[in-house]
């Protein structure tokens, strides 16, 4: 949400022309300034290091999610299995690959641009998910280690309003000013590829279930 905000404010007060003109980046003369003429050296360790968890932290967190969408049923099976250490390495792997595909794309702010389009996408999606949770009268009941107060269901659903449509709108306006078109395209392929994939899980779903009943009816009539 702030990083959404930041960035509106920010395009909103100087404009898109006047924060491509930037020569450096507004971190870089706060640090001299902080920390004098080593600001500037402490500031690039800092990134690296803040880089670096940034990245470890969502390859973990992404890979654990798309295994359990696949345990779930909702992606292929094999991206469900675990190693002996129970780590997610087939789901890791898919995700590894995925990265290295956009990275074909060679321009940092491009994969930015296009991966913003599913970060609004998702964050719509499971916001309102935990709206629609708390008004279903059977699954409001389910226990949970931590369960917000009541009102923030509105501020979810609020939330989601402001994301889709818009801010995912400006994030397609920005990327097609700074960008061009290709960005966005790229964006929406990568969420459309998720739709054969869901089918396909549904098959194996339905054809694992198939195998499972004729097991059950064998054992009987044995």
């Known amino acids: 949400m702030l990083y959404v905000l930041v960035q509106t404010s920010v395009i909103g007060t100087l404009g898109v022309d006047e924060v491509l003109a930037q020569p450096v980046s507004p971190m870089l003369p706060l640090a001299n300034l902080s920390l004098g003429s080593i600001g500037a050296s402490i500031s690039i360790i800092m990134l ?60 940092p702010t491009a994969i930015l641009a296009a991966s913003a389009i599913g970060y609004m996408c998702a964050n719509g999606v499971s916001l309102y998910t935990y709206f629609k949770v708390r008004n279903d009268p059977e699954l409001s009941t389910l226990e949970r280690p931590f369960k917000a107060l009541l009102g ?43 739709i054969p994939l869901w089918f396909y899980s549904q098959k194996e779903a339905k054809e694992e279930t198939a195998v499972e009943k004729d097991a059950i009816f064998g054992e009987i009539s044995v």
């Open 48 to 107: 690296i290091g803040a880089t670096l968890l940034i990245i470890q932290t969502a390859f973990l967190s992404s890979a654990r999610s798309i295994n359990s969408m696949s345990v779930q049923g909702n992606l292929p099976a094999f991206l469900s299995k675990l190693n002996s250490h129970g780590h997610p390495m087939n789901a890791m792997a898919a995700d590894a690959m995925f990265n290295m595909c956009l990275i074909l794309l060679g321009n």
């Open 152 to 194: 923030w269901k509105n501020v979810a659903l609020i939330t989601v309003i402001l994301n889709v449509p818009f801010f995912l709108v400006g994030i397609i306006y920005l990327n097609s000013l700074e960008l061009g078109w290709a960005t966005t395209e790229i964006g929406f392929f990568v969420l459309c590829l998720y």
